[in-house]
């Protein structure tokens, strides 16, 4: 398939090149840098001096460069347009999500030696969107905390470790009490900031490897990776006492916070699929017998 480019006369193929608005480089079929226009030169911050005679793969990410290298190699073989996204490090360090959409181009009549085309477009509002999407269906919108979804996933992912490493896995059930009531007596809004309070008390006595999670109106469950009964129980008292102390909120509302908890704990090298449920309903069970009991 001929380039619309290639139909344009040389002046204007000149012009196309260095006005584009984004980075375009000709590379040799091994890779090395033989024109860059000034898009490139801006998205890379190098100036095209530097560029030039330098390897294309040697642009990109490390972590990114095997599948740049595998579909460069894959152009060319089969010689015809090909798009990959891969990521380039500019010369501050910083790095740019990219779109390369990549052209084989043979020997001209005039003698002009077979080159590779390669233009580079932007890809970060894109990436920044589509992290954001994740973000947000992964989390709680009020709360920010991972939700059900992710809480699943990430009590799966330490019940997998717990089977390999044959290391416990525990679960922290936690309910609010009364919150029922102060919905009732001050208003959503109210309620609402109670639970953003919460969340930010709760998620300060965690350790780096608990996992809190927002499951349900005023229900929250943490997920203690490679932590025995002794360790939750001792975060489970850490959260007593910081959510022990009264909230105060805008206008002078000051109101007391008490809380259940239920733990479930199942030792390493168990099933993942058959201890996911027993170790919910033991941390559920427990934390209505806690409620229970504070009602008592």
């Excluded at 001929?2 to 000709?26: E, H, K, Y």
């Excluded at 470790?161 to 009490?177: H, Q």
């Excluded at 309070?197 to 990776?225: I, N, P, Q």
């Amino acid at each position: 398939m001929t380039d619309m480019a290639d139909t344009l006369p040389p002046a204007d193929r000149r012009s196309a090149f260095a006005n584009a608005p984004m980075g375009i480089v000709l590379a040799t079929p091994a890779g090395l840098l033989v024109d860059v226009n000034p898009a490139f030169v801006a998205m890379i911050g190098r100036s095209a001096d530097d560029l030039y005679g330098s390897s294309v793969l040697g642009l990109v990410h490390p972590d990114d460069r095997a599948a740049t290298q595998e579909a460069f190699a894959e152009l060319l073989s089969r010689r015809r347009m090909m798009r990959h996204e891969t990521r380039v490090v500019r010369r501050d360090g910083g790095v740019v999500p990219v779109q390369v959409t990549s052209s084989w181009v043979p020997e001209s009549p005039e003698g002009d030696p077979p080159h590779v085309v390669a233009i580079f477009e932007d890809i970060t509002e894109r990436k920044d969107l589509e992290a954001a999407l994740v973000h947000r269906s992964l989390h709680d919108p009020l709360t920010g905390l991972p939700n059900r979804a992710l809480f699943t996933d990430r009590l799966q992912h330490a019940l997998e470790r717990g089977r390999r490493e044959r290391t416990p896995t525990s679960l922290l059930g936690v309910d609010l009490d009364g919150f029922k009531a102060i919905n009732d007596v001050h208003g959503h809004p109210v309620g609402d900031a109670v639970l953003i309070a919460f969340a930010e008390r709760l998620t300060s006595v965690l350790r780096a490897s608990d996992t809190a999670a927002r499951v349900g109106g005023d229900e929250f469950s943490v997920v203690c990776e490679n932590s025995g009964r002794a360790d939750a129980e001792a975060l489970a008292a850490r959260l007593r006492e910081r959510v022990g102390e009264p909230l105060r909120l805008s206008g002078g509302l000051v109101l007391p916070l008490s809380l259940s908890i239920g733990i479930g704990t199942v030792e390493g090298g168990i099933d993942p699929e058959r201890a996911f449920g027993a170790l919910v309903r033991e941390a559920d069970d427990a934390m209505y017998v806690d409620k229970a009991a504070r009602r008592g």
